[in-house]
């Protein structure tokens, strides 16, 4: 072709934000994918939905075959500003230009500094603070778990009932279930404790005696099975994540903060999934009315790149030797490029007001749906993180996978992409963008409506 003719490249036309569904869902090109993939990759992953994604922008998720999915899943609550955000996409775009990796412990940069400057900035509490960042939720944990016992000297680390932490080792062994999480990796870390979860819902003497009754037992736990003086940290998600979006009674933590406070054992918050205005604040933990010692990070910071973070108090994270944390690709260029416009966004729009517009919506047309359905036994949560516990009904708690499973096809079916969740895959976790149209909104709320009749 001769060199002086422009070749211009179509512009790409928008995506539609409609849900559309034009196959079976999966539809015939994701399920021979299905069949590459069976192929060449371990069975051990998994796949909630397995229509494979050609583009995404917004709300909707394109598969291969042309269907529309609205995704209520968000990457598992890390597109918080939708797929596709041009200024996001844009930022990483120059950073491209500029350069994508030196490793910040051999040639550090602007990005990496500023990123902490932020999330210092935007985490709970007004004291002097550092951060140190990494590329996943799990190493995030690790680091904090590490942070923890070097600046305390001590070791015991008390985790949660239900708590989910992450696939690593350490994070493994602080995560409570065994399916599929753990079974079959043991040996885990040492010096891991558990204490039971405020779960409300299902607390054996009943739902006013949660608060008191769980803090006695986590402070009975803590002294009786490893003793206070040996704890390095308590570690918790302020509301489940995995668990089922379970959210436990007010003031809790803030017992249980204080309480550590008395003894010198130092509270980490694990915001990975809370984090990034997902429950209407930035960080849960302000809902709370706590100051964590220790902040953890990932999943929404960077609205879709790999990066993560430990933020908190400047005397404990500047207490570890000088090379201590750190990784090659530990806040990476590109990934800390996207995270500075995410959290510039996250400001522009006040992200934690969306969030909380969503999830009052949601809890308003669920809760009506719950009159009819008593098969739908609890609606929690905060914001735009809602969850949906499914029981057998007529009075009778027992947990219903089977109604979950349903619901969960039915929506499946008609293009919106929900996820099960719970220790007995019981609950539903409706996480969705939180820049939603309120159309879209409604659209999957009349979805969901028209799942439950099914399914019921
Ligand atoms: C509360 C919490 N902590 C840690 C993790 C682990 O993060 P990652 O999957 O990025 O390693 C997750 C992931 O779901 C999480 O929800």
Redesign the pocket.
């Known amino acids: 072709m001769p060199s002086d003719i422009a070749v211009t490249t179509p512009a790409r036309q928008p995506l539609t934000q409609q849900r559309r569904v034009v196959t079976s869902i999966p539809g015939p090109k994701s399920v021979a994918m299905q069949e590459r993939r069976l192929a060449a990759v371990g069975n051990s992953v998994g796949a909630v939905l397995p229509t494979y994604i050609e583009r995404a922008e917004g709300s909707i998720l394109l598969d291969v075959d042309g269907n529309q999915l609205l995704d209520f899943g968000s990457g598992?609550?890390v597109n918080a500003l939708g797929h596709g955000r041009p200024e996001i996409a844009d930022a990483v775009r120059a950073q491209l230009d500029d350069f994508a990796h030196t490793c910040f412990t051999v040639s550090p940069y602007e990005e990496y500094v500023a990123v902490c400057e932020q999330l210092n900035a935007h985490t709970p509490g007004d004291f002097e603070k550092r951060s140190v960042l990494f590329s996943?939720?799990?190493?995030a944990?690790e680091n904090a778990v590490k942070i923890a016992r070097s600046t305390t000297g001590r070791q015991g680390i008390v985790a949660f009932d239900y708590g989910?932490?992450?696939?690593?080792y350490m994070?493994m062994a602080l995560t409570a279930k065994a399916l599929p999480y753990k079974s079959g990796f043991a040996p885990f870390p040492a010096e891991v404790y558990r204490a039971p979860f405020p779960y409300s819902y299902r607390w054996p003497t009943g739902e006013a005696n949660t608060l008191e009754e769980a803090f006695a037992a986590f402070v009975d736990s803590v002294h009786t099975q490893v003793g206070e003086k040996n704890v390095a940290a308590v570690i918790f998600?302020p509301i489940l994540?995995?668990a089922g979006f379970i959210v436990p009674p007010a003031g809790y933590w803030k017992r249980v903060a204080d309480w550590c406070a008395l003894h010198g054992i130092l509270v980490i918050a694990?915001e990975?999934?809370t984090g990034f205005c997902r429950t209407g604040d930035w960080f849960a933990s302000s809902y709370e009315g706590i100051e964590p010692d220790l902040v953890?990070t990932?999943?929404a910071i960077a609205n879709g790149y790999p990066l993560?973070g430990v933020t908190g108090r400047a005397s404990i994270l500047d207490a570890v030797p000088k090379g201590g944390l750190g990784g090659t690709y530990a806040g990476n260029g590109i990934a800390c490029a996207a995270a500075l416009a995410t959290m510039k966004i996250m400001d522009e729009v006040d992200a934690p007001a969306l969030a909380r517009t969503i999830g009052t919506k949601i809890v308003a047309r669920l809760t009506a749906l719950q009159q009819k359905y008593d098969v739908i036994g609890e609606i929690r949560g905060r914001g735009a993180m809602i969850g949906i516990e499914f029981v057998l009904g007529a009075g009778d708690k027992t947990p219903h996978p089977e109604m979950a499973a349903a619901f969960v096809a039915a929506c499946h079916r008609e293009g919106l992409l929900v996820m099960v969740t719970g220790d007995k895959k019981q609950c539903i976790r409706l996480l969705p963008p939180l820049t939603i149209s309120d159309e879209l909104l409604d659209d999957a709320l009349d979805v969901m409506e028209r799942a439950v009749a099914t399914a019921a």
Do not use: F, L, M, P
């Open positions: 598992i609550a996943s939720g799990s190493e944990v989910y932490h992450g696939r690593t994070a998600e994540g995995e694990d990975v999934q953890v990932g999943k993560a």
